[in-house]
């Protein structure tokens, strides 16, 4: 602080004197404007760059802390099937895996099964008009693994008893979304199929 | 014959020589010395004593815990599971003791730290002016099950695997941010590898870090406003 001699009035009432200048104004709706002063202008300056810095610290950490889009690189995963998708019979599903430390990725889906969500097995199906549709094996109500019902031509839940058809619709709850579909083609073999998944490394 | 100084003359001479440096003994004593009211002496005044002691345990035993403990959730069975079944379990000495006192520790900690907010809350000591010090407590109280949270995945045998996932599946249920904080907490897509390592670091590096402080805190703020009367 400035000592400004034995006459200088104290800072207190110096402090007063200027803040005296610059009393707040009313406008006509009631809300109080301050007068911009060379004080509070580099109050509001140092507090805006100081969140700034503060900002320009956390930011970096939050995206840091989510994971990396490398990891979750879509991609075609080839499956050798028990029997080639054209001499499936109508109205019949093969049930596949997943490779190791690999997973399908879900197109749609409700209830536990999301768009985005990974699966570690899968059914080709045949319906009854010979075309093919591939469903992931969880069932939407909580995720266990359906399972094909040969003889009732659907899928039956071994945890609450949720049927789905072969068109992969809810036939009986408690599921109240279909089964989720896997973006699929043929592979390059007779035996294969090609679906759309991700490497997870360590998994499985 | 030779001149044997005795014993409290080395100690003596130790502590003028660190007292000259640092006025320690006057540190020591006011942290020491303090006046315990009569009324603060009923046994369920122990609680918060016994909470301390508990995770005192906690950091010991887990320091041990992380010279066998292989944070690697690759491969069937993975590093991980064999760490904690084979290694420390079967083969370290003592491992199977170390192990049990954290993980007894952990669960008594959780019903010493029930008993203590509930003498806190029976004798009103969360009244003014001790509120923030309440806030404090609070805070530690969920870092502790976070602490529980990750440290019930690091075992990662089915149990801990199956938790895991429903715990995640619950913080994927919240509204709008749940999808994100899903696939934060478990690193990826799936729980998997990415899982355990993140949650490894928060239950090693971050929450003990954060525990420690705000103990200090905790006990600072007691220190500051003495022990609550009773009703």
């Known amino acids: 602080m400035v000592d400004f001699g034995p006459d200088s009035p104290p800072s207190e009432g110096s402090h007063r004197v200027i803040s005296s200048e610059v009393q707040p104004r009313s406008d006509a709706d009631g809300a109080v404007s301050r007068p911009v002063t060379r004080r509070n202008f580099i109050v509001w300056y140092l507090a805006g760059l100081l969140t700034a810095t503060v900002l320009a610290i956390v930011a970096p950490i939050l995206v840091f802390i989510f994971p990396p889009e490398g990891q979750t690189k879509r991609q075609n995963l080839t499956i050798p099937l028990d029997q080639p998708l054209s001499g499936m019979e109508n109205g019949t599903a093969t049930q596949f895996k997943a490779p190791r430390e690999a997973g399908f990725v879900m197109v749609d889906g409700g209830g536990d099964n999301a768009p985005g969500k990974i699966a570690f097995a899968a059914y080709a199906v045949k319906d009854l008009a010979g075309s093919v549709t591939v469903f992931a094996v969880n069932c939407s109500h909580l995720g266990c693994s359906v399972a094909f019902n040969a003889d009732a031509k659907r899928f039956d839940c071994p945890c609450h008893g949720s049927q789905f058809s072969i068109a992969g619709k809810v036939v009986h709850g408690p599921a109240l979304f279909p089964l989720s579909h896997l973006e699929w083609k043929e592979g390059p073999g007779p035996n294969q199929i090609q679906v759309t998944g991700l490497q997870l490394p360590g998994i499985g | ?231």
Not at chain 2, 120 to 132: I, K, N, Q
């Open chain 2, 1 to 231: 014959m030779a001149i044997v100084p005795h014993p409290r003359q080395i100690q003596t001479a130790v502590v003028n020589w660190l007292d000259e440096r640092f006025p320690f003994t006057k540190a020591v004593d006011e942290a020491l010395y303090q006046r315990v009211p009569n009324y603060a002496n009923a046994f369920y005044y122990c609680f918060g004593g016994m909470v301390f002691i508990l995770v005192a345990f906690q950091l010991l035993t887990g320091i041990f815990l992380a010279f066998y403990y292989v944070p690697d959730a690759a491969g069937n069975p993975a590093a991980a599971y064999t760490s904690v079944k084979t290694v420390i379990m079967t083969q370290v000495y003592l491992g199977w003791l170390i192990r049990g006192v954290h993980f007894w520790s952990a669960n008594l900690l959780i019903v010493m730290i029930v008993l203590h907010m509930a003498r806190v809350f029976w004798t009103g000591s969360y009244r003014a002016p001790r509120e923030l010090n309440w806030m404090v407590g609070v805070t530690m109280l969920l870092i502790i099950l976070a602490f529980s949270l990750t440290g019930y995945l690091l075992p990662w045998d089915t149990k801990a695997y199956w938790a895991t996932s429903v715990t995640i599946k619950i913080m994927g249920g919240a509204p709008i941010l749940g999808p994100l904080l899903e696939t934060v907490a478990q690193g990826g897509p799936t729980l998997g590898p990415n899982t355990l390592q993140r949650f490894f670091a928060i239950h090693v590096f971050i929450l003990p870090a954060l525990i420690t402080l705000l103990m200090y805190v905790h006990f600072r703020l007691i220190r500051a406003q003495g022990i609550s009367e009773p009703l």
